[in-house]
């Protein structure tokens, strides 16, 4: 158990649906890193929180939107669900310093049919 | 700019050969950090190594061994007698201590493919 939570483990949902994905960091780790990670492809940064706001933003679409709350959990929230967003959605925390590196959940794997 | 660059997109072998993962990396920084990290089939992601900019030293640990040279910039992995579990993909990473955002600069990974 790596300390980073992620839920759910798997979703199918249809096109043009909604979905939040969840993730808890590591106990004491105020950064937050959401990824994308197509089939066979590498990790795609998509956005960064830290200590709930807002640091870095990647490739991010427009119809993602992400959140760290005051808990310090974060949500990545996908919409208008298209065939190319299934992928495995990756959060990673870390302490905010840059000889740590991150801590990786497990992963949502997302189907969309 | 930054940048990682795996140039071995996928290696296979037969199990109990040595195989060596390259990993090059390009900053401006004077402090930086490199990582590797391992993806079973299984799709998580598991943290093997970090290592500072300011210490060479290699690394050994069990059939693992990493040796970062900063002349050269890389930070090569050697799995020695490589076994069936190593299959994986490994993903070499580089932050940079002067961003402010701690970034990890990705590679784009090599796929190792151990046979039997």
């Known amino acids: 158990d790596s300390g980073v939570t992620q839920t759910p483990k798997h979703l199918i949902t249809a096109t043009g649906q909604r979905v939040t994905l969840r993730c808890s960091p590591r106990s004491g780790d105020l950064s937050v890193y959401w990824y994308q990670q197509s089939l066979d492809q590498g990790l795609q940064f998509l956005i960064q929180?830290?200590?709930?706001?807002?640091?870095a933003k990647g490739n991010i679409l427009e119809r993602f939107s992400a959140q760290q709350f005051p808990d310090l959990h974060s949500e990545l929230n996908l919409s208008s669900l298209e065939l190319g967003d299934s992928a495995l959605y990756f959060c990673?925390?870390?302490?905010?310093?840059?000889?740590?590196?991150?801590?990786f959940g497990s992963g949502t794997r997302l189907t969309v049919v | 700019a930054q940048k990682v660059t795996q140039a071995q997109t996928e290696i296979s072998v037969v199990e109990k050969e040595d195989v060596t993962l390259d990993c090059v990396y390009e900053t401006r920084d004077t402090t930086y950090y490199l990582f590797w990290y391992k993806q079973p089939p299984s799709g998580e992601l598991v943290f093997l190594i970090r290592r500072n900019s300011f210490d060479e030293q290699n690394e050994i640990s069990g059939r693992y061994s990493w040796n970062f040279q900063k002349s050269t910039s890389s930070f090569n992995f050697t799995i020695t007698a490589s076994q069936v579990v190593d299959s994986a993909v490994y993903f070499c990473?580089?932050?940079?201590?002067?961003?402010?955002?701690?970034?990890?600069?990705w590679g784009a990974g090599t796929k190792l493919i151990i046979k039997p």
């Open positions: 929180y830290y200590n709930g706001e807002e640091r």
């Open positions: 990473a580089l932050s940079e201590a002067e961003d402010s955002n701690y970034q990890l600069i």
């Open positions: 990673a925390s870390g302490t905010g310093a840059p000889n740590y590196g991150y801590t």
